[in-house]
């Protein structure tokens, strides 16, 4: 079946994950820790962070989960801050990471938009953080259509808000592609009819994408010359 439209996951598709978040992570970490090395050490466990390597590992909710979800786990571990608080802190300060693009996107999604495919951001990051990044990026208006877990319409892998792209491109579900670096994506893909592109620019590995993948790449650069094929 011929593609009209290609969705993308934002977190370790769009940007590597491991350059933009690890970072980061160990930034917000310490910040909640306020200089507490117990606090630091249960917070990082709850999210399964390698304080010592400064890198998630890879069973860490943070590389799927929403920021509800990661602020649940945090928040038996910060005193005096619920969930939902904490929540909003992750959407607010995530927001401004600095970001490590996979590809050039700007030229990559241009390349796209001329062949004529509708393209979309589908993440299980908020939609106010998804927007700031690809602004920052320069890309938000190469999108038809930017989704967060926050925006009404469910998280993956859930395929309804996966759905919900379709119904506003306009494009049938067997038409679309929907492109991810976790199980999360690929199976909400493959739940919502579509076609599923795994890349290896997140956590997980070949052999754990490729039992829910049409085709595993190496990163979204390859995906002009595999739809060419």
Same mark, same amino acid.
């Given at each position: ?82 969930? *939902?608080?904490? &929540? ?11 970001? #490590?693009? @996979?590809?050039? %996107? /700007? $030229? ?79 199976? *909400?893909?493959? &739940? ?11 956590? #997980?590995? @070949?052999?754990? %994408? /490729? $039992? ?18």
């Amino acid at each position: 079946m011929t593609l009209s439209a290609l969705l993308f996951d934002k977190d370790g598709t769009l940007f590597d994950f491991s350059r933009t978040w690890n970072g980061w992570s160990m930034t917000m970490l310490t910040d909640l820790a306020e200089g507490n090395s117990d606090r630091l050490a249960a917070l990082a466990d709850a999210i399964s962070y390698d304080l010592e390597q400064r890198a998630f590992r890879p069973d860490s909710i943070a590389i799927a989960g929403t920021n509800g979800e990661i602020a649940a786990r945090l928040s038996p571990h910060v005193p005096g801050r619920a969930p *939902a608080e904490l &929540a909003t802190y992750l959407t607010r300060t995530a927001a401004e990471a600095e970001l #490590a693009q @996979a590809v050039p %996107l /700007a $030229p990559f999604l241009e390349g796209l938009r001329a062949e004529g495919y509708r393209l979309g951001v589908m993440t299980n990051d908020g939609e106010h953080s998804a927007r700031r990044h690809l602004t920052r990026s320069g890309v938000l208006e190469l999108f038809d259509m930017v989704i967060g877990a926050d925006s009404g319409y469910g998280a993956k892998p859930d395929p309804d808000p996966l759905l919900a792209f379709c119904k506003t491109a306009s494009v049938p579900p067997s038409q679309t592609a929907m492109v991810g670096d976790s199980l999360h994506d690929l199976i *909400a893909g493959r &739940a919502a009819g579509m076609q599923t592109i795994g890349v290896l620019t997140g956590m #997980a590995s @070949a052999a754990d %994408l /490729a $039992p829910h993948a049409d085709v595993v790449l190496p990163d979204i650069g390859h995906i002009p010359a595999w739809l060419a094929g």
